[in-house]
């Protein structure tokens, strides 16, 4: 059973960054979509980044694109998000993820292509 471990939460001011990690253990999962997802309290779970290793393409949500960069390190089984320019709205858990995904075009943005969740990090953004 793969788990999936988030680190680099934490609270910055607007236009402030972060990294964050995520950490595949015992073994990197097998799966066509990697992504992250965040959830704002009272709010659904939104993707904010989706890889399709399939099709080998990234995809961003409209919200953070040019602001939020995915990648990977697979020698280290990790993935990262790197948030720049924060937003007070952009204040939310933050959860990586690995599923089998859909088709070889899907932007893998969608939770129903995960199967595998990590626990979560939070970022909070203040104004």
């Known amino acids: 059973q793969v788990q999936l471990v988030e680190s680099g939460g934490g609270s910055v001011q607007a236009g402030g960054s972060l990294r964050l990690s995520c950490v595949a253990s015992p073994k990197k999962y097998s799966a066509n979509c990697m992504g992250w997802f965040r959830q704002a309290p009272g709010k659904e779970r939104e993707g904010v980044a989706g890889f399709n290793s399939g099709g080998g393409s990234t995809y961003y949500a409209d919200s953070v694109k040019g602001r939020f960069t995915f990648s990977q390190d697979n020698a280290k089984n990790t993935l990262y998000l790197q948030m720049d320019s924060l937003e007070p709205e952009d204040t939310a858990m933050y959860y990586c993820?690995?599923?089998?995904?859909?088709?070889?075009?899907?932007?893998?943005?969608?939770?129903?292509?995960?199967?595998?969740w990590g626990q979560g990090t939070q970022v909070t953004v203040s104004s």
């Open positions: 993820a690995a599923g089998p995904g859909g088709s070889y075009y899907s932007p893998c943005l969608s939770s129903y292509d995960y199967d595998t």
